[in-house]
């Protein structure tokens, strides 16, 4: 094995938490994990799932975790019984996470899908581990105070959403004067060639057909939507403390340019690379060494071109609400995010139409304004449970 | 004026020498200058032409040089008389221009094309001052010889070439053991859709429209034959330290990237710009801070595709002699670039054939072999006039 391929030559394991293991991002971090050498490299402190207790408990076992959590309290029994005989710790319930997070380890991959991700990621923060981020909501819905607990506990943010990555990979933060804008890249989902009346008529079922990421329904049906990159934006302005007018989205159906970065003198740069998230993942867990993982390599010559047009915020206007949000500050991120996830779901059940989502979103922004810039985490869960509750009315008198 | 305009806020004017003033790298040097705030933020040691005496008198004047200095001796009453009552020192011929190379300066500007730019770098760097490089014989014909110049002055080594440059704007020097490879895009010249019966029958006049930039007779011919992408690859190998069969060529006819490095994670990390030398001359000048440039910003929806093949060998064997002489090592880029001079004319002068400059080169490559490595600069001028009589005497033959 070359050297390279093991990230810590001549150093202890780095310790690490994985929350959210049992998801898609924690399933390739534990595989990112295993061909960087796995216990010689890494040991694991806690893993933490929800509902699949049997895939926590294999992977607790494989990984030699010292702790597994599942988030959902009524399953601490079959969780404490499928580890029997293994000494692993068993735990269970929001608390329990949050406890989990306030371990000192080095470096927290926080892959938890959604606000449940939130309490947990602040106090790893707090705490001081690195942060490798996969949470969305720690940063479109809490965006200040998350920096505010990065602070406090001095660790490293580093994003492991492949667009975010890619401008982390580019972004020179020595001159940050001479950052214009960042170009994030967006395969335009299925509907990319829809007009408007075509775009009101489309069902769950042909939003979940994603071209090049193979995801789960609900985010893909924010991608077809442009949600996720409306949340994207969100996000990239706080992680690279930005104006709203620096972050610029182009469609690239390819996938291939993660995203980029435009600078005073006129270079762009990019981060390319084929659709495998194991990239970001190993790039986030040994920063600021690069690892050498079995990913497919780019051929430029079979990938022939790359194409990029303009996003046209008619047919997809979170990318407008996104600047609302942005330059409204505020709430403005919890509000969308929580307004979204409710229509959303309506949309999946068949209750409301693809354009009717945004209609909403924007609509309960209206309705509830940007509100104080959030400083503890209870005013986030406010602003989130009344943007839900206000998405919840307008879907409801849409039906009558 | 924004902060990061000026590249010297709060410290002294960088002193600076432009060799080959009078050429597209010197005049665009200049300009870049001004934009960066001209004296204020430059002040001007040397400044060297050829034959267009009225230009180097001007530009002297213009930016103030201390010494001005003309290669032809022949010329050096002109360039006294077109200086007077300025108090610019003037000097002409290849030892005046090896001496003003030696002045004390942070940075100098090696514009000189050919062989005759050779020595004056060559001092500049044993003298120690960053060298922005715009000459290809300096890393072509002279690889291990200039970097040991480097080393001995100590100076920082700054590509202007404008692959180069991209590749060092996203190439990690603290981790080399993680660059797989670099890729150097080519535009492909105007003979990429060309049969190799079409492309024995090319003239000089057709070779000579190239697509994207706007360059004199001999660099559009080598850019249509991939001379000149031979010898970036070679250059290439010497300036990042890389291993033959870690330098790939992909061609992109757009030009926008302008060149790429691919890393042990999978990620390929790119720099892209319009076709405009600026941005590469004020990243030198100024690395490692960025400069606030003019230069037309990319526009991607407006770019809508860039595209990508693989270059074909058969029809552009340049690319195979350039393998041969970075496997070969010795002398072999000297003979290749030094024999190329020969055929190329040969060519423009239409005594033989598009295809026949390389097989003139592989000829003179066979018959000579790699010899020695230089550990000197007369062995080099030696090698170079050896093949360029070769190539000579081979045109002879088939002319017969």
Redo the contacts between chains.
Sequence with gaps: MS??THVNINTAPRSISIFGSTGSIGCNTLDVIDHLGGRDAFSIAAISGRGNIDLLAKQARDCEAALAVTADDSRYRDLKDALSGSGIEAAAGPSALVEAAERDVDCVMAGIVGMAGLAPTLAAARRGADIALANKECLVSAGSLFHREMDTGGGRLLPVDSEHNAIQ??F?S??R??V?RI?LTASGGPFRGLSLDEMRQVTPARAAAHPNWDMGLKISIDSASMFNKALEMIEAMHLFALRPEQIEV?I?PQSI?HS?V?????????????P?M??AI??ALTY??????P????N??E????????PDETRFPPLRLARLAMEGGGQLGAILNGAKEVVLEAFIEERIGFLEMAEIVETVMDRMGPGETPTDIQSIYDADRDARRHAGEQIAARAR
């Excluded at 990913?295 to 780019?298: D, G, I, P, S, T």
């Design positions: 050297i390279g990979q580019v020179d020595n001159q004067d001479s214009e170009i182009i690239h340019i980029m435009g600078y005073s003198d006129g270079s762009v740069l990019a981060q390319l690379g084929t495998d194991r990239t190993g790039y600021p060494r690069r690892p050498h993982l990913v497919e390599r780019l430029f010559a990938l022939a071109r790359l194409d990029f047009e303009a």
